[in-house]
C-alpha cells in the first residue's frame, strides 16, 4: 500500500493521482521504448504463416533499425508514437493507480490486513488492473499497431496508412463500424494480464527482498534492479500473447455476406492465430521478435517504474511538504 512517512499522519495517494502519475511515468518510458516497438511489430509481421526458411524482408532486429532509419528517417522509427503515448496514459496509468486498490480490496475479501502482500492477490490485482488499462487503450493499440506496421518502402503484413491517429481512429470507424476498434480486443485483454500479473509483483517481490538485505528502499539502484527483473519476467510470460495482438491487429479485414459484419481473413481469435502460427512456422513462430520485445519492455519496463517512483515522491513532496516521504509496504 502507497504510505507516507511524515512527523504528521498524512493520507495515501488517491487512485488517480497514482493513475496520473503512472501514466506520466509511462509516456517518458515510451519515448525511449517506441523504436524497438516498430522493430517488433515489423519482425512479427514478416513472413507470417509462412514456412521456415521462406524468403524474409529483415534479418534481426538490428536490419530493421538500419532499413527503417535508411528508408524512412526519424519518422520511421518513431512510427505510432502519438497514439502510443495516450495508450501508455490509459494503460499503465490504470496498471499502476489501480493496482493498489484491487490488491488491498482482494485482500479484505479474503480476511487478511491491507499491508500484507500475498502472491495470490498480487498476481490478481496486476490481472484486473491490466485488464482495465487494455480494454480503455485497445483502439489506440489498435492504431499504434498498423501504424507501426505501414512502410512505404518494406512492406511487411497488410498495409494501411494512416495520416494521424484520428484519421486512423475516424477511417476504422467508418468503414468497420464499432466493432472494427474493438478489433482484437480477446487477444488485448490476455496479452495484458499476462504481463501485468508479473509486472508489479516481480518488481514488488524483488524489491523486498533487496531492501531486507540492506538496499535503500528509495535508492536508485534499488529501483533499476527490481525493474530489470520485471521488465525480463514480463517479456518471458507476455511475448507469444504479443505476437497474436500484433498479427490479430493488423490482419486484412472483409465484409461477412452474412452478417454484414467486419471479419478478419486469417484469425478468428488469438487462440486461432497461436495455433495457426504452430503449424506453419513451429513453435518459434511464437517467439518472433523477442529480441526486440526486449529491447522495448526492458528499458520501458525499467523507466516506467523507476520514473513512477521518482514522480509519485516528487508530488509526495509538493503536496504534502519537503518532509514527506514517498514509500511502498
Not at 470507424?173 to 516481480?202: K, N
Request: glycine share 8%.
Amino acid at each position: 500500500m502507497t504510505t507516507l512517512t511524515t512527523k504528521a499522519p498524512v493520507p495515501p495517494l488517491s487512485t488517480i493521482e497514482s493513475f496520473m502519475c503512472g501514466g506520466l511515468a509511462a509516456c517518458c518510458a515510451v519515448t525511449i521504448s517506441n523504436p524497438p516497438e516498430v522493430a517488433k511489430t515489423r519482425l512479427q509481421l514478416d513472413g507470417e504463416l509462412a514456412k521456415s526458411g521462406s524468403p524474409r524482408v529483415y534479418r534481426n532486429v538490428l536490419d530493421v533499425f538500419a532499413k527503417t532509419w535508411k528508408n524512412e528517417g526519424i519518422r520511421g522509427i518513431q512510427r505510432g508514437l502519438g497514439p502510443a503515448y495516450i495508450y501508455q496514459i490509459l494503460l499503465n496509468g490504470s496498471r499502476l493507480g489501480f493496482y493498489e486498490p484491487f490488491r488491498v480490496t482482494f485482500n479484505r475479501m479474503i480476511g487478511r490486513p491491507d499491508k500484507t502482500v500475498l502472491a495470490s492477490t498480487s498476481i490478481s490485482a496486476g490481472v484486473a488492473s491490466g485488464a482495465v488499462g487494455a480494454a480503455l487503450g485497445n483502439p489506440l493499440f489498435l492504431i499504434k499497431a498498423r501504424m507501426q506496421a505501414y512502410s512505404p518502402a518494406l512492406p511487411v503484413g497488410a498495409q494501411r496508412h494512416y495520416k494521424s491517429s484520428w484519421d486512423a481512429l475516424s477511417t476504422i470507424f467508418r468503414t468497420e463500424g464499432l466493432r472494427g476498434l474493438l478489433r482484437g480486443i480477446d487477444a488485448a485483454l490476455l496479452r495484458t494480464c499476462m504481463g501485468s500479473s508479473v509486472q508489479l509483483p516481480s518488481y514488488n517481490l524483488v524489491k523486498t527482498t533487496l531492501v531486507q538485505n540492506g538496499w535503500r528502499s528509495d535508492g536508485f539502484w534499488t529501483f533499476l534492479a527490481s525493474s530489470s527483473v520485471s521488465g525480463a519476467t514480463v517479456c518471458i510470460v507476455m511475448q507469444p500473447a504479443d505476437t497474436a495482438l500484433t498479427r490479430m491487429y493488423n490482419q486484412p479485414t472483409t465484409l461477412d455476406p452474412k452478417t454484414g459484419k467486419s471479419v478478419g481473413l486469417l484469425y478468428k481469435n488469438p487462440i486461432d492465430c497461436l495455433w495457426k502460427t504452430l503449424k506453419t512456422e513451429g513453435p518459434f513462430g511464437w517467439y518472433k521478435g523477442t529480441v526486440a520485445h526486449f529491447l522495448r519492455i526492458a528499458p520501458h519496463t525499467i523507466v516506467t517504474l523507476t520514473a513512477n517512483e521518482l514522480i509519485m515522491s516528487l508530488y509526495v513532496r509538493l503536496k504534502f511538504g519537503a518532509k514527506s516521504e514517498y514509500r511502498v509496504v
